[in-house]
């Protein structure tokens, strides 16, 4: 009997689905994987993803960070920090850095508590969308609170990165919606930023308008308005989304594994373990396209330079050379066997990593008192389209009494 053709396509509805089956024979099989179809390499075994994630002169963020930035060939202009390379990178991080400290994260804690207990009791124990009504409503309110976002807006930013971030299947560029919406959002954080010039608070727009960035010629000067305008969005984009994904991952996982649930109902103090196995087990953010600066030679294959280049972070995680049975959901997995990719690694680990670990926390403690048992309703269980991410865009669910 024939193997079937092994056929890793991240815009396919296999891959939306659930690609752990095929990350597990391109591990095997392909441990560099060619697509002929759209012309990318893809890596997934942990030891290379994680190799290549802190290689940043072999494999470059400065062409984009999609598949369809980098099939372009140029480096992005105006990009985002995400889409920066040393020592531009450098500089915009060690400037953000000191804007998103600890302790700005840490002064949220309430602010996150009041936002999660307002969803969360205006949810109908009886029968709710887990993401609709609850886990896609707070996280970008947080972060476009921190930002200084009027209140009444703050919804829209998150429609926007639904938009911008959605692929029918087969569909590789943005959309025209997507386009408009990516477009829509910018103007309005631009124009958000210009007005914030004049008025200046203690919101994260202020502080950067406030703010002296060193140029490559060691120059300190201010941020423009289109800098803080694309870190703005990036915020926004990943302040909504990712938490909104773990958290609607983890009511499917812990619903499949209910006897974690019960385990971490009883003892509390596993819950940021919970939050870092989750992050491991099925990532918000499957992959992050590089692009390749040079020619390499890995297991036997040639990528040629000027080649995207994805990581695959997704498999990485679940790959049994890295971690003891990888493909089982354990809150007290033991994290120093390897690194979790979950939120990225290197010089573009998450920023907001803090942020989303602690909302992540305060909520699994608060859903563990609403919800102490529950049912999903596996059949109304529709998963996102989403460039690069894992995760749910409806999960119904009922209270046990």
Request: glycine fraction near 6%; proline fraction near 5%; hydrophobic fraction near 40%.
């Amino acid at each position: 009997m024939t193997a079937a053709t092994l056929i890793f396509d991240p815009f396919s509805e296999d891959f939306f689905n659930g690609p752990y089956e095929t990350y597990r024979r391109m591990r095997e099989e392909a441990p560099v994987y060619y697509n002929p179809q759209y012309d990318f390499y893809a890596l997934t075994r942990h030891e290379d993803v994680a190799a290549a994630y802190k290689d940043y002169e072999t494999y470059s963020s400065s062409h984009g960070v999609d598949l369809a930035q980098v099939r372009k060939g140029q480096v992005t202009e105006h990009g985002s920090i995400i889409a920066m390379d040393p020592p531009a990178h450098r500089h915009m991080r060690s400037l953000l850095n000191k804007v998103f400290t600890p302790r700005a994260i840490q002064a949220q804690r309430q602010m996150v508590s009041e936002l999660i207990d307002k969803h969360l009791s205006a949810v109908d124990p009886d029968g709710f969308d887990f993401v609709q009504d609850f886990s896609a409503l707070f996280p970008v309110e947080i972060i476009t609170i921190m930002q200084g976002v009027p209140e009444a807006d703050g919804q829209q930013v998150r429609l926007w990165i639904d938009d911008l971030l959605h692929r029918d299947p087969g569909e590789v560029e943005m959309s025209e919606v997507g386009m408009k919406s990516a477009v829509d959002m910018a103007i309005y954080y631009f124009r958000l930023v210009k007005k914030r010039r004049g008025e200046l608070g203690q919101d994260l727009l202020s502080k950067l308008i406030s703010a002296e960035i060193e140029r490559d010629n060691g120059q300190s000067e201010p941020l423009s308005n289109i800098e803080i305008t694309e870190f703005a969005t990036l915020l926004g984009g990943a302040g909504a989304e990712t938490v909104t994904k773990l958290l609607g991952n983890a009511v499917v996982v812990f619903g499949q594994n209910p006897d974690q649930w019960r385990r971490l109902a009883d003892d509390r103090s596993k819950i940021p373990f919970a939050v870092e196995e989750l992050l491991r087990y099925e990532a918000p953010a499957q992959y992050n396209v590089r692009c390749s600066l040079r020619e390499i030679s890995l297991h036997g294959v040639t990528i040629p330079a000027g080649k995207p280049v994805f990581l695959v972070g997704g498999s990485a995680n679940r790959d049994p050379e890295a971690w003891t049975d990888p493909d089982k959901f354990d809150i007290e997995r033991d994290r120093t066997e390897a690194q979790n990719l979950g939120l990225g690694y290197g010089i573009h680990s998450c920023l907001g990593a803090a942020l989303a670990r602690m909302e992540s926390a305060i909520a699994l403690d608060k859903i563990l008192d609403f919800m102490p048992r529950f049912e999903v309703d596996w059949d109304g269980c529709r998963r996102v389209n989403m460039q690069n991410v894992a995760g749910w865009a409806n999960v119904p669910v009922r209270v046990s009494r």
